[in-house]
Every structure is written in structure tokens, then in C-alpha cells.
């Protein structure tokens, strides 16, 4: 059963245009969220995270927007750029479990020049 | 410096042998994990460990066992292993407190063949 769930496997935008990138939960005990970017042959470094008392939290070109009540919260880039091509991960953790984290399958964004 | 680093990053091996995967953290955290990503690209915890507990997901079977040596390392021992354990290893460090950012390491490619 996954509890976080990204229903886009791909995304493809070009460059200086906005990407979207969005993550559905199902577990409503997930009180933070968190998004991650991974590029190929390497591990997935942290990008941005929002706590569930948040509707919004933004960090340069980067916004996590959090909609509790329909249990979705999603990634804004902008403008994107070619090198913000790669896999992003949506994540999110319960109160008790630490930083346990659970997982989306992955969103590729594909900016093109 | 790498902050979390795990060897070896490939590793190819026969059916039914025992391996070990190693991992060290430079960066004074607590906590511990090791994560699986599978032939879907799923994240998944395996096991999350500090010097007070080891929390072990209940999907993850008996083979698996991590090995703590110090708070700087957490080795993953699989024995016997099975075809199905072919995947890409993250390992991952935090401070346990909730809120923490996790890092990762860049991953171990297992094949079983």
C-alpha cells in the first residue's frame, strides 16, 4: 500500500517556464514533508521541506505548497533551469517514527534548453 | 569530504553467497539508515538505528541485518542472497530528532546473478 504517491513518472518543460511537480498522501498522521532531487549514479540530496502546520514555504527558485485537506502538496520551480534536471522525490515522515521517511516512486523532469 | 559514504558502489555476486555493504558518516549524526531502491525506482526504509534502538521495517527479511561498530558506521550484512535482492542500497545519516535532514550516501548497485 503506498501511502505517498507521485503520478507523473516524467515531466518535461522548457527552460524558464514553471515545472510542477506533484505528490498525493494517503496517511493523514504525516505531519512533514519533504522533497529530494537525485541524479543519476548518485544519492538524493535534500531540496526543500514544509512542516503540516504550513501551507507554503519557499526557498529561492523553489516552493513546496501543502493542501492538507486534500492531502497534496507539490513542488514549484521557477524559472527552471537544464540543471534541474533529474528525479525529484516527495517524502514525508509521522511524528513518531523519527526520520523514518516514506517515499513517492519519483517524478523525471526533463528542462530543455 | 563525502559526509556519508558506502562501499563498494557496484558489487555483482552469485545466488546464495553472503556480502556486506559498509557505511560511514563524517558528520556527527545519531542516526543512521539504509534504504532500498528496487527495479521500480521505490525508496524504501529498511532499517533505522541509533545507540538507543534498532527499528527494523517488518517487509525487510531476516537476511538483512545491519552492523553498528561505532555511532560513525552501519555496515548491511545480507546473507544468502536472491535474485530479487538486486537493487541500488542507499545508506543515510540524521540527527534522530524529528525535523533533521536526512543525507545520503550515493548508493551500492547489488546485481544478483
Known amino acids: 500500500d503506498q501511502q505517498v504517491k507521485q503520478n507523473s513518472p516524467s515531466l518535461s518543460v522548457q527552460e524558464g517556464r514553471i515545472s510542477i511537480l506533484n505528490c498525493d498522501y494517503t496517511?493523514?498522521?504525516?505531519?512533514?514533508f519533504l522533497w529530494y532531487k537525485k541524479y543519476p549514479a548518485e544519492g538524493p540530496t535534500f531540496l526543500i521541506s514544509?512542516?503540516?502546520?504550513?501551507d507554503k514555504n519557499e526557498d529561492g527558485r523553489f516552493t513546496v505548497f501543502l493542501n492538507k485537506s486534500a492531502k497534496h502538496l507539490s513542488l514549484h520551480i521557477v524559472p527552471s533551469q537544464p540543471g534541474d534536471s533529474a528525479v525529484y522525490f516527495c517524502a514525508a515522515r509521522t511524528n513518531n517514527a523519527g526520520n523514518m521517511l516514506t517515499f513517492g516512486g519519483g517524478t523525471r523532469l526533463m528542462v530543455k534548453p | 569530504d563525502t559526509a556519508v559514504s558506502q562501499t563498494p558502489k557496484y558489487l555483482v555476486t552469485q545466488m546464495g553467497n553472503d556480502k556486506s555493504i559498509k557505511c560511514e558518516q563524517n558528520?556527527?549524526?545519531?542516526?543512521m539508515y539504509w534504504y532500498k531502491q528496487d527495479s521500480k525506482k521505490f525508496l524504501k526504509i529498511m532499517f533505522s538505528y541509533n545507540n538507543k534502538e534498532l527499528i527494523i521495517n517488518e517487509t525487510v527479511p531476516n537476511r538483512f541485518s545491519p552492523k553498528s561498530p561505532d555511532k560513525a558506521h552501519l555496515n548491511l550484512h545480507i546473507n544468502s542472497l536472491e535474485l530479487g535482492d538486486s537493487a541500488v542500497y542507499f545508506c543515510?545519516?540524521?540527527?534522530?530528532?524529528?525535523?533533521?535532514?536526512?543525507?545520503f550516501g550515493e548508493g551500492s548497485w547489488l546485481t544478483v546473478v
Open positions: 514544509i512542516s503540516s502546520i504550513k
Open positions: 496517511n493523514s498522521m504525516f505531519d512533514y
Open positions: 543515510a545519516s540524521s540527527q534522530w530528532t524529528a525535523g533533521n535532514t536526512i543525507y
Open positions: 558528520l556527527g549524526h545519531d542516526t
